[in-house]
Every structure is written in structure tokens, then in C-alpha cells.
């Protein structure tokens, strides 16, 4: 069986439906380990919740991004993990961790990249005035959201919305778009680096 790692930070919703979506596939993944850098975030009493095992690791307590990095790569070794989803991970992962699983690390990210990279991307779509945006499930490489793009959903942006309403719509999208990538890396479908087979569907819309 797949074994995956799922890094968070904050509410845990992705990891909620990654968790729901993991018992319903015909090729279950097992997810091993959550590693979250927020102690007292919400997602990890949702891993709690379903028995996984959570390692804490606050990038606070280190002294630079290279050795959390190290930490992480030390932390994730037991485990015997093939893939990793970040989901709400807001950390940008060093070149030691992306090389030890290269090509295995899943994002996903609050617009259709590459359009509004990096934080705040809601906010970013409301003040560009887009009519339209979404969300993507990339590979990670050591860019900001640069990596190969495996899947995206789109969702309309309304004249009314503020970026709460905006946050909810996409995050049904987002729940919608890795799950399907989860049971993609469990069926083989999603290759390493990102490329998967012709004729699969990689975009949804809700527009
Ligand atoms: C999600 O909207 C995710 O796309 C975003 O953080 C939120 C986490 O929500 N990630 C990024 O912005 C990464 N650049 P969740 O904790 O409820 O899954």
C-alpha cells in the first residue's frame, strides 16, 4: 500500500477530506504520519481524531531553513513514506527534503497557478478583480509554486465575495481536486514528477 505524509499548519480541512477520501478508494493509500509546524493547530486533533500519528516540529525551534529541513527529513525517515501532501503546509521546503523524496511532494494552492503565487492568493485574486479562479495540485520543486501542475479546479469569483466567502468556495474545490490526486497516487495514475495518464480529466469547474 502507498504510504503518504501529510504536513499542515493550520485548520486541516485538506487533510480532513484526504483522511475521509483515504478509506473509499479501491487502492488505499495509508496516510502514516502528519507533521504539523503550528503546535496547537486545529489539524492536529483531526489526525488525532482518526488514530494517525502526529509528530510537532515548529520551525521556531531552528536556528535556519536548512536545519528544519534536515529536521523534517530526520522526522519523515521512520515513517517509510513513497509520497508527501502539504495541505496548508506554510512552509517553503528546502532543497534537502525535496531531493530526498524528488519528484513525490504534493501541493496544493488557492488559485489556478501561475497566477498569484505565495500568500494571501484569495486576497490576491479579489484585488486583481478576476471573475474567475481556483485551485491547483502541484508537484513541488524549489520554486514558490513553480512545480510541475497535476490537476485544477476553477470557481467564479462574485461581485460580493470577500475573501472568506472566497476561502469556502475554493476550499470545497480544493477537498474535490486532492482527493482525486490522492487516489490517483494510490492507483498509479499520478507518476512521479507529476505526468499522468493521457486522457485522464485534470480539471473540474464550478463556473
Ligand atoms: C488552503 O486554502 C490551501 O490551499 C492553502 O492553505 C489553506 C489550508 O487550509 N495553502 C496555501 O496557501 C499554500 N501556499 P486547510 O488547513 O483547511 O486545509
Not at 520543486?141 to 475554493?170: K, S, W
Request: with cysteine; charged share 15%; proline share 5%.
Amino acid at each position: 500500500m502507498t504510504r503518504v505524509a501529510v504536513l499542515v499548519s493550520g485548520s486541516g480541512t485538506n487533510l480532513q477530506a484526504l483522511i475521509d477520501a483515504t478509506a473509499q478508494h479501491e487502492h488505499p493509500v495509508h496516510i502514516a504520519v502528519v507533521v504539523c509546524n503550528r503546535p496547537g493547530a486545529p489539524a492536529i486533533g483531526r489526525a488525532q481524531a482518526a488514530g494517525i500519528p502526529v509528530e510537532v516540529r515548529s520551525h521556531r525551534a531552528f536556528a535556519d531553513r536548512a536545519s528544519y529541513d534536515q529536521e523534517l527529513v530526520r522526522t519523515l525517515e521512520p515513517y517509510g513514506v513513497d509520497w508527501i501532501c502539504c495541505a496548508g503546509f506554510m512552509r517553503i521546503l528546502g532543497p534537502t527534503l525535496i531531493s530526498a523524496y524528488d519528484g513525490h511532494i504534493l501541493n496544493i494552492h488557492p488559485s489556478i497557478l501561475p497566477s498569484f503565487p505565495g500568500l494571501n492568493a484569495q486576497a490576491q485574486a479579489l484585488a486583481a478583480g478576476v471573475r474567475i479562479t481556483g485551485c491547483t495540485v502541484h508537484i513541488v520543486d524549489a520554486g514558490v509554486d513553480t512545480g510541475q501542475i497535476v490537476a485544477q479546479g476553477v470557481v467564479p469569483v462574485h461581485t460580493n465575495d470577500t475573501e472568506d466567502t472566497l476561502t469556502a468556495r475554493l476550499l470545497k474545490m480544493e477537498h474535490r481536486a486532492y482527493t482525486t490526486v490522492l487516489r490517483w497516487v494510490g492507483d498509479g495514475t499520478l507518476q512521479p514528477g507529476g505526468q499522468v495518464a493521457e486522457g485522464t480529466v485534470c480539471s473540474w469547474s464550478d463556473v
